[in-house]
């Protein structure tokens, strides 16, 4: 990984060589990556960039829009661009002012689906949500569906929408499918299924064993799968839904040629492959997926409509908290 990621960052510096000066800008980042990820994102397009100054900021997203909402009351602007988990959230911050559109040359790549028309966010990676399952089970579930049959009962975890972005969007496209709908959600719950917080914590109970059967983000259990985890991952039949992880230009942006060409950077083809290297599957089509996953175009998205998902957002936990309590 280290040897693979030296290459592309040498790579990156020569093409960034060819580019025309940005006249020693400074570029405010605020991303939900972790640690890790977001020092190599940088890394990366300073190397690209050496003529860009990038100072960031890490949190999740929950607590990252705390800050931001904060500072957007006080009249204070930080970021020039946002890097974070999910469009419903850059869809609120899009209606509500506070993005600014950029019709970045790089979109012509990309399904129309996985950016937004007027170029306010793009999304930048495909982390789906699919089922696990420990290997020393009695089942390999390959259908959503499954989970609901008696054999499953009160063997299957699953992360909380209250808490995870991820598990709020799947909600959001399970209830819009029309083999599932609103009433799968039911079902799970006639099948004592449980909830938990996060989808650290669902993958950790299948793991070990605690639950054999669980609905979770899929590079925890691929990356941990290849490193010897008793874990495998199932893209179900039905089809996957995905969190994206956008990127988006604020509108108080100082440093808006520099937010411009990071915004251009995470979408070419060597950011998307710096996405790959990095263990999660890019959302530039032609960029091959990392180990462990299946070719980009076996694995069928469930959709999504982001303004219905949104409007329903108090509606779907509410829902969520009457059934599983959180």
């Given amino acids: 990984m280290r040897k693979r990621f030296t290459t592309t960052v040498l790579a990156l510096l020569l093409a960034g060589m060819a580019l025309p000066a940005l006249a020693n800008q400074k570029l405010v980042l605020y991303t939900s990556q972790p640690n890790s990820d977001a020092q190599q994102t940088v890394d990366a397009f300073q190397a690209a960039h050496p003529e860009i100054e990038v100072e960031w900021v890490r949190d999740g997203t929950t607590r990252l829009m705390t ?24 869809e609120s911050l899009k209606q509500e002012g506070h993005l600014q559109p950029y019709l970045s040359p790089e979109r012509e790549a990309y399904a129309a689906e996985l950016y937004d028309p007027e170029g306010y966010y793009y999304g930048t990676k495909l982390i789906t949500t699919g089922i696990v399952y420990n ?10 569906q499954e989970l ?9 975890t699953m992360p909380s ?10 909600m959001a496209a399970i209830s819009a499918n029309p083999g599932l709908g609103e009433a799968y959600y039911d079902a799970l719950h006639a099948n004592r299924t449980e ?3 996060g989808n650290g914590g669902v993958f950790n109970a299948v793991a070990a064993g605690t639950r054999p059967y669980g609905i979770v983000v899929d590079f925890l259990p691929i990356r941990e799968a290849a490193k010897g985890s008793p874990v495998a991952f199932v893209f179900p ?8 992880e956008p990127v988006a ?27 790959s290297e990095q263990g999660y599957l890019p959302a530039h089509p032609e960029v091959a997926p990392p180990a462990g996953f ?24 509410q829902r969520f908290d009457d059934l599983f309590g959180g």
Wanted: no cysteine.
């Fill in 67 to 90: 800050r931001l909402r904060s500072e957007l009351s006080a009249d204070v602007s930080n970021p020039d661009v946002l890097l974070i988990a999910d469009s419903m959230t850059m």
């Fill in 135 to 144: 290997t020393g089970a009695e089942h390999r579930p390959q259908s959503w």
């Fill in 148 to 156: 609901t049959q008696p054999e499953y009962a009160g063997q299957v």
């Fill in 161 to 170: 929408p209250l808490y995870s972005g991820a598990a709020l969007i799947h």
């Fill in 195 to 197: 909830a938990q917080g």
């Fill in 237 to 244: 039949e039905e089809g996957v839904s995905a969190v994206t």
């Fill in 249 to 275: 230009i604020m509108q108080g942006a100082r440093n808006l040629d520099a937010a411009q060409a990071f915004v251009d950077f995470v979408l070419a083809r060597d950011g998307q492959e710096l996405v």
């Fill in 294 to 317: 299946p070719a980009r175009d076996s694995i069928a998205l469930m959709p999504l409509d982001i303004k219905s998902a949104l409007a329903r957002e108090a509606e779907l936990k």
